[in-house]
């Protein structure tokens, strides 16, 4: 007997609440994680998520952070057209995401689906434009890159701390977290953060980082950016020094 087709709107409805009972389990399942760690002592924790389930930490930090986050909202079923993806994204501390900015990706997900491209649509527009500025003179790319320095070498103790260490517990936030950052400051701090980050690791031995979850694919699109910026940095570097940097002048850190 062949089977009936049914129809696109019961199909439409159907996928709806598989979508949304796929982020609730994904709140159940931080909640039951955050529970267990509570009974594992500290270095156990890795070893028996890898053993039980061949889950790696981040995503085990994934479901708890959207199981906290969840345990903050009125209701469950707020978060329920919001995607996994967009669920972390706004659970994250990355800070990138404010209260009132989050209070707007909720409002949408009440009417609409919300995956993590909208919720990130929607943040930058909830973000005030910066005025054009013009390109920055030697004086201020050197006080620049001092400020890099100093900033990078006060956070080289709490990067060794993070290495040798339990994790941090993320810090309370204050009041200005809730104001939202112009969209390109807000994107340069957190590039700057993830170089300072980057620059501390860098003096550990690279055979600690071969098992992170990581592909390599990622890890050469990073490279391959970062080659991209530190190139343009350069250029701009040249083109305001005073005087103008030669092929005689040029220090060997930069040279062709």
Known sequence: MKKQRRKLSIITQDLRIALKRETTDIIGIGDLLVEARYHLKHGKWLPWLKQEFSLSD???RNYMQAAKFAAKSETVSDLGNLSPSAL??????SGFYTPEIIKVILQEAKKNRVGKDRAWDIALSLMPEEDEKKPPTSKELQQ?????AEAAAKDKEEAEAILDGPPPLPSPPTDKSSAPLPRDQALLASFSQAVRMLADLA???????AGADSTVPELENVVAFLGQVVAIKLDVRESHADPPLTPLNRPAAIQE
């Open 203 to 209: 003096t550990k031995p690279c055979k600690k980082f």
């Open 144 to 148: 620049q890159f001092e400020q890099e």
């Open 88 to 93: 972390y994204a706004i659970s994250s501390d």
């Open 58 to 60: 981040r995503s085990a």
